[in-house]
């Protein structure tokens, strides 16, 4: 089985290889951003896991929401399995990390 660093550094290569989602994409995009849609995934984990997955998709994605960068795209908020929101929000993390330290340059 692979560790969390490892399940969150496969996520963060799989958006940037199938979605794009690379430093030049990222340009776009505030640290800010990047924090608030980890936040919206830890909030649809946290859910969950006090919930069960079962518990109502819309309910997640109302409290996702919330934290959801204003402008992007809300068809984006796709809330999962507790691991896998918890890979998202890694990787979003990890990207937040990547653009401070490029804006700290």
Not at 12 to 34: C, M, P, V, W, Y
Request: charged share 35%; glycine share 4%; hydrophobic share 40%.
């Amino acid at each position: 089985m692979k560790t969390g660093i490892e399940l969150i550094a496969d996520e963060r290569n799989r958006q940037i290889q199938s979605e794009g989602f690379d430093d030049k994409h990222d340009e776009n995009n505030s640290t800010a951003d990047l924090i608030s849609a980890a936040i919206a995934y830890l909030e649809s984990a946290k859910i969950a896991s006090i919930c069960g997955e079962e518990f109502s998709e819309d309910s997640r994605v109302s409290a996702m929401k919330v934290n959801w960068p204003k402008w992007w795209d809300k068809s984006w908020i796709k809330p999962g399995t507790v691991d896998r929101d918890l890979e998202k929000a890694g990787a979003l993390v990890a990207a937040a990390l990547d653009r401070f330290n490029k804006d700290r340059k």
